[in-house]
């Protein structure tokens, strides 16, 4: 009804605009009609003036020439004073005529054409009279038939000047009329318009007669209707207000002005008072974070009118009601889950602890036995050997499986942001499998390199997580004597990784969970193959974090292939001073490009610096220098042999120390040669050389040059643990055993080490609060992290490494040890890593 009366008052009103409208238009129309008739009636009368003065001006032209010839006959001087006056008369009539048309070029030019012909006709008669006035009459004469043809030159240019005005005029007549016509039209319309507007208000007002019966009828059963609504309204608000009291979690409705307006029975058991008391109290003082209109989402603290306080999820929602806001808070008492969680961290705590710790003695003891550490083994002790250390790398594989799901459900597992070439991660990965490729009788193979780096950000250890992942799964999965096929390429701004196996396939039921945990395409693949099941799901977990995606698709000519992604970092040129290189270097003396190259090679890929000498003079002259750890040498030399350049080297004090070792065809020789001299020689290599035996000389001659055995501080609770240690480094180094965080200062306090593995596990706190200790001294031992727990980026830059216990083999254990004190791994500064 109410949008019916809106619609009548806006049509009464639109034919009382209309009326208006009309009559304005018509006021302001005839204004303007009024203003032009009077412009145009101006120009009318200026053209009819024009004309008026060109018949006037012709006239008198013609009266002239007719008064001088009558002259001629007659004599009579009134033909004369005729013919003079006729003559003024026109002369003026020509100039007024010049004035009136002088805004019309074209006028002026045909005017001023009549006036030079009339001036000549004006001339012609003057001197008519004057010859007549003599008395020469013939001369009269001839001058009247002279200028006869005079008088029709002028006539056509007045005429076209005539004519020209009177088009003039018919112009600005139809102009005017044109114009009344437009008005006439126009105000017909507008009259129409306003006979329109007229009608519909008209009718207007006869349907709002009509219908206002009907609306009273209208009101009186709205009211009967509100009347059952507000019963209905009534009996609505107690069923809500029983669902709410059946909820389990406190609800409350909070009005625009911040006041409760609502209270479930469960805010009354959570707050502490009755339901009812809480209506009219501020939200603020319940929910602090609710201040201000505010719409937090997630955990905030909930204050009781006791002033205790307890945690709580909260989630609200806000609706309109009678013109205004209104806000619905839920919450959800946290206190259970957080104790719950707390339970859990414990537990998942001591997993890592109590499960990492002993396997990581099993399992180093293990592989000690097994590489013949404890001596030769009788074949049937080997082989059950072999099947508890197979069994250790499973179960040690299981619980890091476990534990990385945990933290990664949890947003715990941390991630470094290193910058990272994909290519030499894939290599890295490729060879720390090799030998797993090689218990299953595969071999890997990277099939397509790129041309350049591709640099990407991650974590190096969860990439290498990755990709052992699926080469491990390609291995088990393809057939003995098979080759597992590795790609790394560019798809657009992304780092392509791929592997692909020669199995069998992935079953099409399966493939829509093959990244859920536990997921496994037959159950019988457990037995068969092992595995957990969590490899997949935990591979696209971390690569999702570094941003990048994991998938599969069939291999042509069968098997499966596995790739994932990772976004490329744009390449900029940085200025960065890099510190100087603190790797320990060894100087070459070897006269053969192509073995000093090759050599070079293998010593560098254990992490030491090479300079190359051709000749055994020029060796001596850079030996004396003082700035290598160790030098190798060929016996055959141009000029002065090897033998000669030993025993100078050994007569110098200034190289009686430097480490050698001897890489010669005659090596053998020359070890016969020298027997019984005082020489020093680390050992005797024969060409070909023999990388391992290398690599052994080298560290032995690393150790040399530190004038000694390493000392490490072991800071471990475990005597297990600490005992695998020291078996895998015996050979370098001693350790010294700290079991508590109080004894490893002390330790400290009493001299320095070469250096300090820490555990971060410790029965009096965390291992991590030596590191103050440490990095005060000077200079500061190199810290290696060998822990239970995972890596973590808030200490990764204030240590040399960090190992987890259960993810390190022997053989990585020993090599990072080794490269720790022998300075071969620079801290985060770049400073060479010397303990002493």
């Given at each position: 009804m109410e949008r019916f009366l809106g619609s009548v008052r806006s049509i009464v009103l639109l034919a009382i605009l209309g009326f208006l409208l009309?009559?304005?238009?018509?006021?302001?129309?005839?204004?303007?009609?009024?203003?032009?008739?009077?412009?145009?009636?101006?120009?009318?009368?200026?053209?009819?003036?024009?004309?008026?003065?060109?018949?006037?001006?012709?006239?008198?032209?013609?009266?002239?020439?007719?008064?001088?010839?009558?002259?001629?006959?007659?004599?009579?001087?009134r033909d004369a004073a005729l013919a003079e006056d006729s003559s003024r008369l026109a002369t003026e009539?020509?100039?007024?005529?010049?004035?009136?048309?002088?805004?019309?070029?074209?006028?002026?030019?045909?005017?001023?054409?009549?006036?030079?012909?009339?001036?000549?006709?004006?001339?012609?008669?003057?001197?008519?009279?004057?010859?007549?006035?003599?008395?020469?009459?013939?001369?009269?004469?001839?001058?009247?038939?002279?200028?006869?043809?005079?008088?029709?030159?002028?006539?056509?240019?007045?005429?076209?000047?005539?004519?020209?005005?009177e088009a003039l005029l018919a112009q600005r007549q139809e102009a005017t009329e044109a114009t009344l016509r437009r008005i006439i039209w126009l105000l017909g319309g507008v009259?129409?318009?306003?006979?329109?507007?007229?009608?519909?208000?008209?009718?207007?007002?006869?349907?709002?007669?009509?219908?206002?019966?009907?609306?009273?009828?209208?009101?009186?059963?709205?009211?009967?209707?509100?009347?059952?609504?507000?019963?209905?309204?009534?009996?609505?608000?107690?069923?809500?207000?029983?669902?709410?009291?059946?909820?389990r979690d406190p609800i409350l409705v909070v009005g625009q002005d911040g006041v409760v307006e609502l209270a479930n029975r469960a805010c009354g058991e959570a707050f502490g008072v009755i339901a009812g008391e809480l209506v009219g109290t501020d939200i603020s003082a319940l929910v602090p974070a609710l201040v201000g209109g505010?719409?937090?989402?997630?955990?905030?603290?909930?204050?009781?009118?006791?002033g205790s306080s307890f945690p709580a999820e909260i989630s609200t929602g806000v609706f309109e009601r009678d013109g205004r806001t209104v806000s619905v808070c839920i919450l959800r008492d946290m206190t259970e889950r957080h104790r719950l969680d707390q339970l859990k961290n414990e537990f998942v705590s001591t997993v890592s602890h109590e499960l990492r710790t002993p396997l990581t003695s099993i399992r180093g003891s293990l592989g000690l036995i097994a590489a013949g550490a404890a001596g030769a083994l009788p074949d049937k002790a080997r082989s059950l050997l072999e099947i508890a250390h197979k069994n250790s790398e499973r179960l040690v594989g299981l619980v890091n499986d476990i534990l990385d799901i945990e933290k990664i459900e949890s947003g715990r597992m941390e991630f470094r942001h290193d910058r990272l070439d994909a290519a030499a991660l894939v290599e890295q990965a490729v060879e720390a499998n090799q030998s797993y490729a090689a218990q299953h009788e595969v071999e890997y193979r990277i099939t397509t390199r790129p041309g350049r780096p591709l640099p990407v950000q991650g974590d190096a250890d969860r990439m290498i997580q990755v990709l052992t992942n699926l080469l491990s799964n390609a291995a088990k999965f393809s057939p003995a004597g098979s080759t597992v096929e590795v790609a790394v390429e560019t798809v657009g701004h992304q780092a392509r990784i791929s592997v692909r196996d020669r199995g069998a396939g992935i079953p099409e039921e399966f493939r829509n969970r093959i990244f859920q945990r536990f997921a496994q395409a037959d159950a019988s693949d457990v037995r068969r193959k092992g595995g957990t099941g969590l490899g997949l799901s935990i591979a696209k977990a971390i690569l999702e974090r570094h941003g990048g995606r994991i998938g599969f698709e069939p291999a042509e000519g069968g098997g499966t292939r596995f790739w994932f992604t990772l976004p490329l970092l744009a390449e900029v040129a940085e200025a960065v001073a890099t510190p100087g290189d603190a790797r320990r270097q060894v100087l070459i003396c070897e006269d053969d490009p192509d073995v000093a190259t090759l050599l070079g090679l293998m010593i560098e890929q254990d992490g030491w610096r090479v300079d190359i000498a051709r000749d055994a003079e020029t060796a001596l002259e850079k030996a004396r220098t003082g700035q290598y750890d160790a030098m190798t040498v060929d016996l055959l030399l141009p000029g002065m042999d090897g033998i000669t350049l030993i025993r100078q080297l050994r007569a110098d004090p200034a190289t009686a120390a430097l480490p050698i070792v001897v890489v010669?065809?005659?090596?053998?020789?020359?070890?016969?040669?020298?027997?019984?001299?005082?020489?020093?020689?680390?050992?005797?290599?024969?060409?070909?050389?023999?990388?391992?035996?290398?690599?052994?000389?080298?560290?032995?001659?690393?150790?040399?040059?530190?004038?000694?055995?390493?000392?490490?501080?072991?800071?471990?609770?475990d005597d297990d643990v600490i005992e695998v240690v020291g078996a895998i480094v015996r050979d370098e180094a001693d350790i010294v055993p700290a079991r508590s965080l109080q004894e490893g200062r002390e330790k400290l306090a009493q001299q320095r080490f070469d250096l300090v593995i820490i555990d971060v596990g410790l029965p009096d706190g965390s291992g991590l609060d030596l590191l103050e200790t440490i990095n005060a001294r000077t200079p500061r031992e190199p810290v290696l992290i060998f822990s239970a727990q995972d890596s973590s980026a808030s200490y990764a830059s204030a240590v040399s490494a960090s190992l987890v216990k259960s993810r390190t083999d022997n053989e990585q254990l020993h090599q990072t040890i080794t490269a720790l004190i022998n300075g071969l791994i620079q801290d985060k500064q770049g400073v060479p890593r010397h303990g002493r």
């Open positions: 009309f009559f304005g238009t018509a006021g302001w129309l005839g204004k303007q009609f009024l203003a032009d008739n009077a412009r145009t009636q101006a120009l009318v009368d200026h053209t009819n003036l024009v004309i008026n003065t060109i018949y006037e001006a012709r006239l008198n032209l013609s009266r002239t020439q007719s008064s001088s010839r009558g002259f001629v006959i007659t004599g009579s001087p009539g020509l100039l007024d005529l010049r004035e009136l048309v002088v805004d019309n070029p074209e006028q002026v030019r045909r005017f001023d054409d009549a006036t030079a012909i009339s001036e000549e006709i004006l001339v012609a008669n003057d001197r008519i009279i004057a010859a007549v006035r003599r008395g020469d009459l013939d001369g009269a004469r001839a001058l009247v038939r002279e200028t006869a043809d005079q008088g029709p030159a002028f006539r056509a240019k007045i005429e076209e000047a005539e004519a020209a005005e009259a129409a318009l306003a006979a329109l507007c007229g009608l519909l208000a008209a009718w207007a007002m006869s349907r709002q007669v009509r219908t206002d019966q009907q609306r009273y009828r209208e009101l009186e059963r709205a009211k009967l209707e509100s009347d059952a609504a507000t019963r209905a309204l009534a009996e609505s608000q107690a069923q809500l207000q029983a669902v709410l009291d059946s909820a505010a719409q937090p989402a997630g955990e905030v603290t909930v204050t009781r009118r006791d010669s065809a005659t090596a053998q020789d020359g070890k016969r040669e020298l027997n019984g001299d005082a020489v020093n020689i680390v050992d005797w290599l024969d060409k070909p050389i023999e990388q391992l035996r290398l690599r052994a000389a080298l560290r032995q001659a690393g150790l040399r040059s530190r004038n000694g055995r390493a000392c490490i501080l072991h800071v471990e609770d």
